[in-house]
Nanobody, 119 residues
Framework: QVQLVESGGGLVQAGGSLRLSCTAS????????MGWFRQAPGQQRELVAT???????NYADSVKDRFTISRDNPKNTVYLQMNSLKPEDTAVYYC?????????????WGQGTQVTVSS
């Protein structure tokens, strides 16, 4: 089991920056991957960015060149640096992680943190 706690959300003006943090309850070294999803009101939850245990990253087209995902294994923490924020980035951001147990992939989710970008 992995508990995930997000922090760093808030209100920011368009063009500003925020850094989200997601701290896991245990070592993240062997997790299959970690990442961030977001969900705006009335919208489906969508992928923002992921990072594998090997450090490979993947981004949604809408955030490429603006957002950066990184991980700090000794701190059991994954970060999402968000620059050049736009009003359409407003959403609840959820941290996610996955591990493999007996060939089954298990997914874990945090409680979410609100990001609001004003125009």
């Amino acid at each position: 089991q992995v508990q995930l706690v997000e922090s760093g959300g808030g209100l920011v003006q368009a063009g500003g920056s925020l850094r989200l943090s997601c701290t896991a309850s245990r070592s993240i070294f062997d997790l299959l991957h970690m990442g961030w999803f977001r969900q705006a009101p009335g919208q489906q939850r969508e992928l923002v960015a992921t990072i594998t245990s090997g450090g490979h990253t993947n981004y949604a087209d809408s955030v490429k060149d603006r957002f950066t995902i990184s991980r700090d294994n000794p701190k059991n923490t994954v970060y999402l640096q968000m620059n050049s924020l736009k009003p359409e980035d407003t959403a609840v951001y959820y941290c996610t992680a996955a591990d493999v147990v007996r060939n089954n992939v298990r997914s874990y989710w945090g409680q979410g943190t609100q990001v609001t970008v004003s125009s």
